[in-house]
């Protein structure tokens, strides 16, 4: 047995038990479970979910300033920017626009030779 539910702004709505073979609608959730947990379980769920996105977001951003310094860097002494830092930049900007999946922070990079 499944149950499926709806978030919107943090809350959790529209909780119903559905079918083994459905096919949830775009933004509800579907978990596997014989007991529907009462709604206020599911809001909180959601908003933790919420404020952990909302730190991650913002944890990306400040490191995303500080990796400017090492781009400058390289800038400052003529080193191309290898492509480990342009793939770890990228992905921290991923984060922050809110199309990534990532629950961490990447790991950064080693600093680039002669910066």
């Not at 400040?62 to 800038?75: Q, V």
Request: with cysteine; net charge negative; aromatic share 6%.
């Amino acid at each position: 047995m499944k149950y499926a539910y709806i978030v919107t702004d943090g809350q959790a709505h529209d909780l119903r038990f559905v079918g083994d073979n459905y096919t949830p609608v775009s933004g509800e959730t579907v978990v596997d479970g014989d007991v529907l947990p009462d709604i206020e379980t599911l809001h909180e769920a959601s908003h933790i979910a919420a404020r952990t996105a909302a730190a991650l977001k913002v944890e990306a951003q400040e490191t995303l300033d500080k990796s400017d310094i090492t781009i400058l860097r390289c800038y400052e002494n003529a080193v191309a920017v290898p492509a480990t830092w342009q793939a770890y930049r990228t992905e921290l900007r991923e984060i922050i626009s809110g199309t990534s999946s990532a629950t961490s922070l990447p790991n950064r990079p080693d600093y680039p030779e002669g910066t």
